[in-house]
């Protein structure tokens, strides 16, 4: 080989060396459309209501939801569906299967996370823990301390999904169990500061787990009159939260309340209602750590499809 030839030869090679860096970067940067799916306060309602039901007559119905979860993802491949609480208790199969049946249609639906409401303890810590092998998918909950409990171990305080390259941290924050359930059904469950803990999610998914969108599974309640610690609240003393997903006060929202911050960034707040009669979906649209959101409702579950 002449050095004519060499040097050109050594020139391409360099130049593909300094491309294919630039190239894997652009790559990692194109926009990934996500769709956010998620129920709250399901309370056992298998079937859908019936035609004759005096409220949702014929809405509802857990093998309508998996049909429209199933056209969901076949027109977008990153998706996540998650539960805010309240999957226990309403109808008689909670009272025969003890929650058996819930969890694996859920699990067959793909769901990704679910957190605790207080009705999930309505059979105890041990009528729960039996329940938990068939749920292929984990209960996330940050603020309550089952380290002296029976279920020590079965939950996490958050987990970190990834769609399309982008890292999503979902966390979960219950409800204070204390002179809602009865004591004997929670034991020695500790109840932690939300506000407190829900600092210390964000800091956690955002520096060290590097996550570009922080997802909080809430079943605190949407917002009071009195000052309890509410969703509202919640994005207010926590603006680091992306999305809270709520669940407790059965809130019927069409559209999500947004909060804006002083720093520019923004909490979407959502909840659709009670016994899987409508399905949450919002639609984001990230790029470069920036996120937007394209839409967001609450899809009827019946025989038309949205």
């Known amino acids: 080989m002449n050095r004519r030839t060499f040097l050109k030869q050594a020139l391409i090679a360099g130049g593909v060396a300094a491309v294919a860096p630039f190239e894997l970067l652009a790559a990692r940067r194109q926009a990934v459309h996500l769709t956010i799916l998620h129920t709250n306060d399901m309370h056992?309602?298998?079937?859908?209501?019936?035609?004759?039901?005096?409220?949702?007559?014929?809405?509802?119905?857990?093998?309508?939801?998996?049909?429209?979860?199933?056209?969901?993802?076949?027109?977008?491949?990153?998706?996540?569906?998650?539960?805010?609480g309240d999957i226990f208790q309403g109808t008689p199969y909670f009272n025969f299967f003890g929650g058996e049946l819930e969890f694996k249609l859920m699990s067959e639906m793909g769901y990704d996370a679910a957190t605790l409401g207080n009705h999930?303890?309505?059979?105890?810590?041990?009528?729960?823990?039996?329940?938990?092998?068939?749920?292929?998918?984990?209960?996330?909950?940050?603020?309550?301390?089952?380290?002296?409990?029976?279920?020590?171990?079965?939950?996490?305080?958050?987990?970190?999904?990834?769609?399309?390259?982008?890292?999503?941290?979902?966390?979960?924050?219950?409800?204070?169990?204390?002179?809602?359930?009865?004591?004997?059904?929670?034991?020695?469950?500790r109840y932690l500061d939300p506000v407190g803990v829900a600092h210390e999610m964000v800091k956690t998914l955002r520096k060290d787990e590097k996550c570009e969108l922080i997802v909080c599974l809430s079943h605190l309640g949407f917002s009071y009159t009195d000052g309890k610690i509410s969703d509202v609240l919640l994005a207010s003393k926590v603006p680091g939260i992306d999305i809270i997903l709520?669940?407790?006060?059965?809130?019927?929202?069409?559209?999500?309340?947004?909060?804006?911050?002083?720093?520019?960034?923004?909490?979407?707040?959502?909840?659709?209602?009670?016994?899987?009669?409508?399905?949450?979906?919002?639609?984001?649209?990230?790029?470069?750590?920036?996120?937007?959101?394209?839409?967001?409702?609450?899809?009827p579950v019946h025989t038309a499809r949205v």
């Open 120 to 189: 999930d303890f309505d059979n105890g810590l041990e009528g729960l823990l039996k329940m938990m092998p068939h749920a292929h998918f984990p209960f996330l909950i940050a603020n309550y301390d089952f380290s002296r409990t029976p279920l020590h171990g079965k939950t996490k305080p958050y987990q970190v999904f990834e769609r399309g390259g982008v890292r999503i941290g979902v966390f979960g924050i219950g409800i204070e169990l204390q002179n809602l359930v009865n004591e004997r059904l929670y034991g020695k469950t």
């Open 44 to 84: 056992s309602r298998i079937e859908p209501f019936p035609l004759s039901a005096p409220q949702h007559a014929g809405e509802g119905g857990m093998a309508r939801r998996a049909t429209l979860i199933k056209q969901i993802r076949g027109e977008n491949p990153h998706v996540l569906l998650l539960d805010s």
């Open 246 to 299: 709520g669940g407790h006060t059965h809130t019927f929202m069409q559209e999500p309340y947004v909060m804006h911050h002083a720093d520019g960034n923004h909490t979407i707040i959502h909840q659709v209602g009670w016994a899987g009669v409508r399905l949450g979906r919002i639609d984001l649209l990230i790029e470069e750590g920036k996120k937007r959101m394209l839409s967001a409702r609450a899809l």
